[in-house]
């Protein structure tokens, strides 16, 4: 049986899969070098001590011979697992609203964790992570219904309260406004990030702006963080529309890649997983994108697979391989 397995697992591993997402690091790992010729963000390593503090955020670790990373990054994938392993089990009614909050609270220790840094962009990607196992396992549509009535109408209040109390800081306010009315935003403060993106992602036109690099908006320095939250606009700048819908397209059959290997999952907790790692990696494109677009707030999202970062790109890569195994899982049974 064992050997049967194993002849198995070559052929039904998800090659597609795996070469989409290889395909994606190689491709942005160009646009990286395209964004920050001058540096080596792939291969520098730093050495130093733990509790790294970068832009305000004190959630980075330091690792002699390894370099940065943030640890939140891969409690994305066991949040996912003990989400999964919760509501995993065989079941023939709706969830009921003690196992929603016995949900909520898995979802809460990570989160509070994260809050301490603060760090509200890396909060954000975890909702749709308890979201969408939520959505699977059979919630009530009346407690989706009230929890979204009860948003609606406590987050003016709270965002209110954010303000009186300092929780909500100036510059999270005046990102806010700048999606809300960029007109009016003052392009060289806190709308300078999205304004030099969307004039990046101007520049490239339908196949690419021909200039040469030392010309470009993130070589001379106008695109902030180029290589990290802007990586999609270095892109539309160098490979223009076309660049960009491909790039979509990419992600687009990766992501039906894993639905598909949801669907083929021997159990429920493997489908779990797999949807889980979906609606995360979904969410982070959309909010990049959104980002780089200016139709989202700035919050430091990282364009999985693309964005500089070795913590997020392991973490996906550890996200995709469990997506694979549990599509082998289905050939012990």
């Not at 591993?13 to 790992?29: H, M, R, S, Y």
């Not at 959505?135 to 109408?153: D, N, P, Q, T």
């Not at 999202?301 to 964005?307: A, E, G, H, N, R």
């Amino acid at each position: 049986m064992v050997a049967i397995i194993h002849k198995r697992s070559w052929r039904d591993f998800d090659w597609l899969l795996a070469l989409l997402a290889i395909g994606i690091v190689a491709f942005g790992t160009v646009q990286i070098r395209y964004a920050q010729p001058t540096e080596t963000y792939w291969i520098k390593q730093l050495v130093g001590g733990v509790g790294l503090k970068i832009n305000g955020h004190r959630g980075w670790i330091k690792v002699p011979g390894i370099g940065q990373f943030q640890p939140s990054e891969f409690v994305k994938v066991t949040t996912a697992m003990m989400l999964a392993r919760y509501f995993g089990k065989n079941r023939v009614q709706n969830l009921a609203l003690k196992e929603v909050i016995v949900g909520g609270l898995i979802l809460a220790l990570p989160i509070g964790l994260i809050l301490l840094e603060p760090d509200a962009g890396s909060v954000l990607t975890y909702l749709p992570i308890l979201a969408v196992v939520l959505f699977l396992s059979g919630v009530r549509m009346r407690l989706v219904v009230a929890a979204v009535v009860i948003g609606l109408v406590t987050l003016p209040f709270a965002y209110w309260i954010g303000i009186k109390t300092n929780i909500v800081n100036d510059y999270q306010r005046e990102r806010i406004n700048v999606i809300l009315d960029p007109e009016n935003a003052d392009k060289r403060r806190i709308g300078y990030h999205t304004w030099q993106s969307i004039l990046t992602i101007g520049e490239g036109g339908l196949l690419g702006s021909h200039s040469s690099a030392e010309y470009s908006q993130s070589s001379l320095k106008f695109l902030p963080e180029p290589h990290t939250d802007f990586i999609y606009a270095v892109t539309a700048e160098n490979y223009g529309f076309t660049g960009c819908v491909l790039i979509l397209i990419a992600y687009a059959v990766l992501l039906s890649r894993l639905i598909t290997g949801a669907r083929r999952a021997p159990d429920r907790m493997g489908m779990l997983v797999i949807m889980a790692v979906v609606g995360g990696l979904a969410f982070q494109i959309f909010i990049n994108i959104g980002m780089t677009l200016g139709v989202s707030p700035v919050i430091g999202v990282p364009l999985p697979l693309m964005s500089a970062g070795l913590a997020s790109l392991i973490a996906t890569f550890i996200a995709i391989g469990f997506a694979i195994s549990v599509q082998l899982r289905r050939f012990v049974n």
